[in-house]
């Protein structure tokens, strides 16, 4: 039995690979896949490829892509979800933020340096056409310390999943003001290079696995009802989440990878380039 370890949000996304655990479908190919919920998203995630906490990761095609271009010795095996990631901007209920422009020169609460929640505030402020020098961030770890920082006002706005955080905009804790869907599909699979090298085979088989399950997620019975009940969400958010979201079994082309590092490029979240071959790898 060959021991996998890999590391994703817990997020509705996930859910297939949870249940191809659970059903023995990784067992059944002789691999032991240990699946670790990293609730402080793509920036720990890269640290834990770079550090060999983890040897995959489903991250956020953003996150990674800069961190691979800044040395993570890691590579895109395959887009896992090419639809966008639709990012909800919140802020506190009691707030006096009515829409995102009050926001300009306000304080973002973000999980950590390099994470989806940074990289994407300032995909929204080149979109509201504000100057991305001035954004300031407070680092809040997870979604738990995102509630603490608005509600206190040590930080003004978060960007978050739209669907993930709508049980707190249900709650009367966060309202959301906008949205801002990402450029670009929203998540990868990345294996760490040394990993990749010694067992091609075996991430090959992973990956047959879960397209499997992911070809035909939205045709499991009930399974709107069973992620409405595993993440608390309302069964009819669930049904759009499901019409929004596309699954991918491709990896990421060139043409849309040269898209998606010239866009990061130009938002001076990265200020080198990576090339294609150093960054995504055909099984």
């Given at each position: 039995?060959?021991?996998v370890?890999i590391?994703?949000v817990?997020e509705?996304?996930?859910?297939?690979?949870?249940?191809?655990?659970?059903n023995g479908?990784?067992?059944?190919?002789?691999?032991d896949?240990?699946w670790?919920d990293?609730p402080?998203?793509?920036?720990?995630?890269?640290?834990?490829?770079?550090?060999?906490?983890?040897?995959?990761?489903?991250?956020?095609t953003?996150?990674?892509?800069?961190d691979?271009?800044?040395?993570?010795?890691?590579?895109?095996?395959?887009?896992?979800?090419?639809?966008?990631?639709?990012?909800?901007?919140h802020v506190?209920?009691k707030?006096d933020?009515?829409?995102?422009?009050?926001?300009?020169?306000?304080?973002?609460?973000i999980?950590?340096?390099?994470?989806?929640?940074?990289?994407?505030?300032?995909?929204n402020?080149?979109?509201q056409?504000?100057?991305?020098?001035?954004?300031?961030?407070e680092?809040?770890?997870?979604?738990d310390?995102?509630?603490?920082a608005?509600t206190?006002?040590t930080?003004?706005?978060?960007?978050?999943?739209r669907?993930?955080?709508k049980p707190l905009?249900?709650?009367g804790?966060?309202?959301?003001?906008?949205?801002c869907?990402?450029?670009?599909?929203?998540?990868?699979?990345?294996?760490?290079?040394e990993?990749l090298k010694?067992?091609?085979?075996t991430v090959?088989?992973?990956?047959?696995?879960?397209?499997?399950?992911?070809?035909?997620?939205v045709?499991?019975p009930?399974i709107?009802?069973t992620l409405a009940?595993l993440?608390?969400?309302?069964?009819e958010?669930?049904?759009?989440?499901?019409?929004?979201?596309?699954?991918?079994q491709?990896n990421l082309?060139?043409k849309?990878?040269?898209?998606?590092?010239?866009?990061?490029?130009?938002?001076?979240?990265?200020?080198?380039?990576?090339?294609f071959v150093?960054?995504?790898?055909?099984?």
């Open positions: 039995m060959k021991t370890k590391a994703g817990p509705h996304f996930n859910l297939p690979w949870q249940l191809c655990i659970e479908e990784f067992e059944a190919e002789n691999i896949l240990q670790t990293i402080e998203g793509t920036g720990k995630m890269c640290q834990m490829l770079r550090d060999g906490e983890t040897d995959i990761a489903v991250i956020l953003e996150g990674i892509v800069k691979i271009a800044a040395g993570n010795p890691s590579k895109i095996v395959q887009i896992y979800v090419q639809s966008p990631l639709i990012w909800g901007i506190a209920e707030s933020f009515q829409t995102v422009k009050d926001l300009k020169n306000k304080k973002a609460a999980s950590r340096l390099g994470s989806g929640s940074q990289l994407m505030a300032y995909v402020a080149n979109e056409g504000w100057k991305t020098d001035d954004l300031e961030f680092i809040i770890n997870t979604i310390g995102a509630v603490e608005l206190n006002g930080a003004d706005y978060f960007m978050w999943e669907f993930m955080t905009v249900d709650k804790i966060f309202r959301r003001v906008g949205d869907p990402t450029p670009w599909p929203s998540f990868v699979i990345a294996v760490r290079d990993f010694k067992n091609s085979k090959e088989k992973i990956l047959e696995v879960i397209n499997n399950t992911t070809h035909d997620f045709q499991i009930n709107d009802k009940s993440f608390n969400q309302k069964v958010d669930i049904q759009e989440w499901l019409k929004l979201t596309q699954w991918s491709k082309t060139e849309a990878f040269i898209k998606v590092q010239n866009q990061l490029f130009d938002l001076g979240i990265i200020d080198k380039k990576s090339t150093e960054t995504v790898k055909a099984l």
